[in-house]
């Protein structure tokens, strides 16, 4: 009992780096009630108790829906501040030394908030947490996969404003009918304008969808990809290229992708010598951060620290930092690993 408790703490303790975030899955439900009112938007509870009893999902798309009303109490630049500032401070807790958050704006946009609203918004949180605490982070370009091709490439054009600002572009959404090929075109041009690429795929969709995001967008990045394991040739094709999978297990099991977290196969793949790494997806609406999510895969999967190591070491190889940042946060991993 105390050794996992003791096993607990150090998994908290370590430094670690999130691949795979939506801010807007970061909105707290107190914050949300709060936002609405400021806003005057219109929600279906009233309570913190009826907020929690919504999010009970039975699929993707059941908690799409809420995620976007949620998001939709969001108005101006102060909102933006303070959704980016209270997740920074969530990286500071959970010891999440680098984050990589993916930014949704046509969420924004269909409400009248353009760019440069949000964008001032988060990057000033941004640049108080770099200050305050050395916090690392970068931002994803997040595209909604449900809407048309041609919306995103409209939204592609309005973010050349804050080309710098962004270091990839990703896809979310709802998987089912929207395949990695709808977007052929969006991914080609953000690869022309340096974009890193990274894309949604084999969460609740087939590994036809891994496969059409690895060759028709050409991402270096597989986010979820848990569906691989269907097909042993393409998990062989991921081992060889060393193409990494952000894996979110609370929010694989709250999505219904697997029934409960003893069946997750995120050791399974990390066995498979894939390149795995953990992450919360939607923190707020799956029942917990990088450090829950840990701990549930202590719990429930016996996560071992030769595993846990792995998978820590695992987020910083795969993240878009540059070589020689990368080198440091695996040298503080290192450091940190043979001091506890
Ligand atoms: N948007 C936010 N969370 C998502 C998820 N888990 N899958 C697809 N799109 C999302
Ligand atoms: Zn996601």
Not at 211 to 229: N, P
Request: glycine share 6%; aromatic share 10%; hydrophobic share 40%.
């Amino acid at each position: 009992m105390n050794e996992k408790i003791h096993f607990e703490d150090w998994l908290s303790a370590a430094p670690k780096a999130e691949l795979h975030l939506h801010l807007d899955g970061t909105l707290e439900a107190g914050r949300l009630l709060q936002l609405a009112e400021k806003n005057r938007v219109q929600l279906p509870y009233k309570s913190l108790a009826e907020v929690e009893a919504a999010y009970r999902f039975e699929n993707l798309q059941s908690f799409l829906d809420l995620y976007y009303l949620g998001a939709s109490v969001l108005r101006d630049e102060e909102d933006f501040y303070h959704l980016m500032m209270d997740y920074l401070q969530r990286c500071r807790q959970n010891n999440i030394v680098h984050t990589e958050i993916m930014i949704e704006p046509q969420t924004y946009l269909p409400n009248g908030i353009d760019f440069p609203v949000f964008m001032a918004g988060f990057k000033r949180a941004i640049v108080e947490a770099r200050s305050s605490w050395g916090q690392s982070v970068q931002l994803i370009l997040s595209f909604l996969r449900h809407l048309p091709e041609s919306e995103a490439l409209g939204v592609l054009d309005q973010a050349e404003a804050y080309r710098d600002d962004f270091v990839a572009i990703g896809l979310a959404s709802s998987e089912q009918g929207n395949p990695p090929q709808k977007f052929a075109e969006l991914y080609r041009r953000a690869r022309e304008r340096g974009y890193r690429l990274t894309a949604h795929a084999g969460e609740e969709g087939p590994p036809a969808f891994i496969y059409s995001a690895l060759q028709d967008l050409q991402v270096e990045r597989i986010d979820h990809g848990v569906r691989c394991v269907e097909d042993d040739a393409l998990v062989e094709w991921l081992r060889e290229r060393g193409v990494p999978l952000t894996v979110c297990p609370l929010s694989n099991v709250r999505l219904c992708v697997f029934p409960e977290m003893a069946q997750h196969n995120i050791l399974q793949l990390l066995e498979r010598g894939l390149m795995v790494t953990v992450n919360s997806d939607d923190p707020t609406y799956f029942g917990g951060y990088m450090n829950d999510n840990f701990i549930a895969m202590h719990r429930a999967l016996n996560l071992n620290r030769s595993q846990a190591l792995q998978l820590l070491r695992n987020g910083f190889e795969a993240s878009f930092l540059p070589e020689a940042e990368k080198t440091a946060l695996l040298k503080q991993l290192d450091n940190f690993a043979e001091a506890a």
